[in-house]
């Protein structure tokens, strides 16, 4: 006896066969990955956020930081600076130019105005100073 079955195309098979190719993103030669996104770390105490950004090769006046209550946005902008002289070629370009960028929100809004903003050795330091928290006021019912 023979067993016939119907084609589902909505069948799971080709999900079960495709499973984890799509897990890891591919890296195609020459464009890092690495070199496309800001690496943050963000310390917290009782007044104030420290922010350290890995910004590597940007002049300081190539970064922007903007401030809007506790959303904090961090963009670069890196300048293709090659220069091939007469009788050499480039071997291998691997040094990623463009714009970056990397958004983030904080726990609790942050005071605009004493914030500070440090760029020593590819490393961009902000102290956030919390903004202090308004104190509620209980009306009276007359």
């Known amino acids: 006896m023979v067993n016939v079955t119907r084609f589902n195309p909505f069948d799971d098979s080709i999900d079960e066969l495709l499973r984890g190719f799509f897990v890891r993103p591919v890296a195609f030669e020459g464009t890092p990955q690495a070199a496309q996104a800001i690496r943050i770390d963000v310390r917290e105490d ?20 903007n401030i809007d209550n506790e959303q904090v946005a961090i963009s670069a902008e890196t300048r293709n ?16 130019y463009g714009k970056v960028y990397r958004a983030f ?11 500070i903003a440090r760029y020593a050795d590819g490393v961009l330091e902000l102290t956030l100073p919390k903004k202090a928290a308004a104190s509620s006021k209980r009306l009276t019912i007359n």
């Open 81 to 96: 600076e090659r220069e091939v002289k007469d009788g050499e070629r480039m071997l291998r370009a691997e040094r990623h």
């Open 46 to 65: 009782e007044n104030a956020y420290t922010v350290h950004a890995e910004i590597p090769g940007v002049k300081k006046d190539e970064i922007h930081v």
């Open 105 to 115: 929100a904080l726990g609790q809004a942050v005071d605009q105005e004493k914030a």
